[in-house]
């Protein structure tokens, strides 16, 4: 399968300060990401479904004016959260569809926010 | 709405036990996928089930679909520590490959 890497692994921030989190497929061609949010002892939430080359799609009730998602290339897909708040510290992870026309998903290792 | 009902909910035994973890739907499945995830770290496909009745063997973890398609198992025989983690089954009910999972099963194998 894909190897998905994801930076940085853990981040810790002030309150109102924005971070952003990378998502690569490296060693495969990624035209569909996805980003999904983890909170302590749930189950994965998506977010978004990020495009080569257009805009995001966003699952109802996430702010795409809060989690800005930019894929701007086949390898990479980055997740910002703006004004960060404490309720946005979670564990965020990113997937890569195999395009294979299958279910197929291949997850990156995730990336643990705390925001102060 | 909880479209994926897993159970139990955590489960904590012993070294050498054996055990199955549930996953149903009341409406029908497309596919059914089971995820291992360890703490800190994304999920792993450790199978995906497609036809009802059908049958998976992994070593020693064994997947079942039901024959409508509706519920999925996940047997473990001789269970070990390495097998701790968190059990997520998901599936796909659109058309555009976007997952939806269960709440998972997090389970701990005691040595």
């Known amino acids: 399968g894909a190897v998905v890497s994801q930076h940085p692994s853990r981040v810790i921030c002030k309150s109102g300060t924005s971070v952003k989190i990378e998502c690569r497929s490296l060693?495969?061609?990624?035209?569909?990401m996805f980003w999904y949010r983890q909170f302590p002892k749930q189950s994965l939430m998506l977010m978004a479904t990020?495009?080569?080359?257009?805009?995001?799609?966003?699952e109802q009730g996430v702010e795409k004016d809060k989690f800005l998602i930019n894929h701007a290339s086949l390898t990479l897909s980055t997740l910002t959260v703006t004004s960060a708040h404490p309720e946005d510290s979670s564990f965020y992870i990113c997937s890569v569809d195999s395009g294979m026309g299958t279910d197929t998903q291949y997850f990156g290792p995730g990336t643990r926010l705390t925001v102060l | 709405t909880q479209l994926l009902e897993q159970s139990p909910q955590f489960l904590s035994i012993q070294e050498g036990e054996n055990l199955t973890v549930y996953c149903n739907s009341s409406?029908?499945?497309?596919?059914l996928q089971w995820y291992r995830q360890e703490p800190g770290e994304g999920p792993v496909l450790l199978v995906t089930?497609?036809?009802?009745?059908e049958v998976k063997k992994l070593k020693r973890l064994t997947f079942q679909f039901g024959d409508a398609r509706k519920d999925s198992s996940l047997h473990i025989t001789a269970a070990q520590p390495g097998d701790t983690g968190l059990y997520l089954c998901a599936e796909n009910r659109g058309s555009n490959y976007k997952l939806t999972f269960g709440k998972g099963t997090l389970l701990t194998v005691n040595p």
């Open positions: 089930v497609v036809t009802g009745g």
């Open positions: 990020s495009n080569e080359g257009s805009k995001a799609t966003y």
């Open positions: 060693d495969f061609q990624a035209t569909t």
């Open positions: 409406s029908v499945f497309s596919s």
